[in-house]
């Protein structure tokens, strides 16, 4: 499963270096999914893990981070459970099946978005309709067959 802080340190550490403020960025996105300590800690060891020993890089990845924060940033607070209601209610209604749920409900849970996502699915309530959901829900939506 592709979690969206592992997509920031594949943007961070892109040179197999993380500066001062591309870990200040790391802080916010963390803190902007939500991320508990221990799941944040296992998604940094495992990339830890994808780096070679010896790393000749300056942080050159810091560029594409910040974007990708500051992309995040414009909407995911205030939009984030909208989107993700509109992609629970648009999974129920082209079939979801019991994986597709499981997958996408423990991702949606990751970033904070596993209730809204619930309530998309499963309340009986009117959600507007998005037509295009940001590239951010790109891996749900493929769990999902959408």
């Known amino acids: ?34 991320i508990e300590y221990h799941t944040r800690e296992s998604l940094e060891m495992e990339h830890v893990e994808t780096m070679p020993l010896i790393s000749q890089g300056v942080g050159a990845g810091v560029s594409a981070l910040r974007s990708y924060v500051h992309e995040l940033e414009s909407w995911f607070s205030e939009e984030g459970e909208k989107f993700a209601r509109c992609l629970g209610r648009s999974a129920l209604d082209v079939g979801l099946t019991r994986n597709g749920w499981k997958e996408t409900f423990a991702w949606m849970e990751g970033v904070g978005l596993g209730r809204a996502f619930a309530e998309g699915a499963w309340i009986e309530t009117e959600v507007s309709e998005v037509s295009d959901l940001p590239e951010f829900f790109n891996h749900p939506k493929k769990l999902l067959g959408l």
Not at 2 to 31: C, F, M
């Open 1 to 34: 499963m592709v979690h969206p802080y592992s997509i920031g340190l594949s943007y961070g550490w892109s040179d197999d270096a993380l500066n001062e403020e591309g870990h200040n960025l790391l802080n916010r996105l963390a803190g902007l999914l939500g």
